[in-house]
């Protein structure tokens, strides 16, 4: 009996000591509890409001893509678009991907099919890609395809291109205050309306304040080849052209100018840099706010496939500042030209207009259209030379 009341005694204490551990327990674990569903309400409720307010649905950030004809180191026309590429980057926080040095041949059908299969919008930037774009954007329906230059659409792809004939004609204008025996060289890249209507223009504006001047034009048949421009720009120098403009994509005929006392401008952006004792002006542009609006078009679903033409009005196209050899009163003809253009009163394809054949292409009073303007395939009088067939 003593043997199991002693048992008894001691089981009846541990179950005891046992109840109240697990009293215990149950009381912090009520605690526990009572915390995780009062204290923690009104941290939620904070936490809920704070997310009510910073959690509007985002725009979805579009992948993004560039092909460009040369090198973004070109100091021209790939270099411009490089820094429009840049300044959209970080307008909208996207980092865009590139492939540069594409030619305008099937290999670019090839780089534009593969950018396609994973990008949301691709920009073609060159002329001759055009046919190569629109046949992948056939393929490609739920990809943008943005095109500089050229004048073909599809539902999924869009144009942009600017008015830089009116820089030219601010250039020409310069050019014709600045020469001294009224010989003018124009190296041209290729025969096409938009190196022609830029021509005629440069030519134009120099005819506006100097009616005795000629201008040479050689084409080089290539975008970005600094030996091939530089050789031509000498043939010009030889002839005795004393100002340069060139539409090129290098600077090698600001360099060539230079070594021989002549005054020239280049295209696409400030070349001042690569012929600092002899630089004139050029057209440039300005492509950053343009990729900034169109991929911010993408996001938003607003995107349309339009055929965009900027121009100096609404900033695409400007001329770069003056080489320090222009005199004051060349800049004020100049920046008076521009600010007519602005406003739209001078037009810089207003006529008349003879071409170099003797025909009159705009009559007097007329003004062309754009439309007329981008399929040029004449050459304005006072234009020494022939478009190749």
């Known amino acids: 009996m003593k043997k199991r009341g002693q048992g008894f005694t001691l089981s009846f204490v541990l179950m005891f000591l046992l109840a109240v551990v697990l009293a215990g327990c149950g009381s912090n674990n009520n605690a526990a509890n009572t915390a995780a569903t009062e204290a923690p309400a009104a941290t939620n409720a904070g936490t809920a409001t704070e997310a009510a307010a910073t959690t509007e649905p985002a725009a979805k950030k579009p992948t993004v893509a560039f092909v460009y004809i040369g090198p973004p180191g070109d100091g021209g026309y790939t270099y411009q678009h490089d820094q429009g590429r840049l300044y959209m980057e970080k307008e909208l926080g996207i980092t865009a991907d590139t492939v540069e040095n594409v030619p305008e041949s099937a290999d670019a059908e090839r780089i534009i099919t593969e950018l396609a299969q994973n990008h949301d919008i691709v920009f073609t930037t060159s002329f001759g890609y055009m046919d190569f774009t629109l046949n992948v954007a056939n393929k490609f329906p739920n990809v943008k395809f943005m095109h500089a230059s050229g004048y073909k659409t599809a539902a999924n792809m869009g144009t942009y ?135 911010q078009s993408v996001m938003d679903g607003t995107w349309t496939n339009e055929q965009y033409s900027g121009g100096m009005d609404d900033k695409m196209v400007d001329i770069a500042p003056f080489g320090n050899k222009v005199p004051d009163d060349v800049k004020k003809l100049v920046e008076d030209a521009k600010a007519k253009i602005i406003s739209g009163e001078l037009n810089v394809f207003t006529g008349p207009i003879s071409d170099n054949q003797g025909k009159e292409q705009v009559k007097a009073g007329q003004t062309l259209t754009l439309e007329e303007v981008l399929g040029m395939n004449w050459l304005a009088k006072g234009v020494e030379g022939t478009i190749p067939q």
């Open 161 to 295: 291109f600017g008015k830089n004939y009116q820089g030219s004609y601010l250039s020409g204008i310069a050019a014709g205050k600045m020469t001294k025996n009224n010989q003018l060289g124009y190296v041209g890249a290729f025969p096409i309306s938009e190196v022609i209507y830029n021509l005629n223009a440069f030519t134009l504006g120099a005819q506006s304040v100097n009616p005795d001047v000629k201008v040479s034009v050689v084409w080089t048949n290539t975008w970005y080849d600094p030996a091939t421009e530089r050789q031509a720009a000498i043939s010009l120098l030889d002839k005795g052209a004393d100002v340069l403009m060139a539409y090129q994509d290098s600077p090698a005929t600001l360099q060539a100018a230079q070594e021989r006392g002549a005054f020239a401008g280049g295209n696409d952006s400030d070349m001042g840099k690569y012929a600092p004792d002899n630089y004139l002006t050029n057209p440039v542009w300005n492509w950053g706010p343009y990729y900034t609006k169109v991929v």
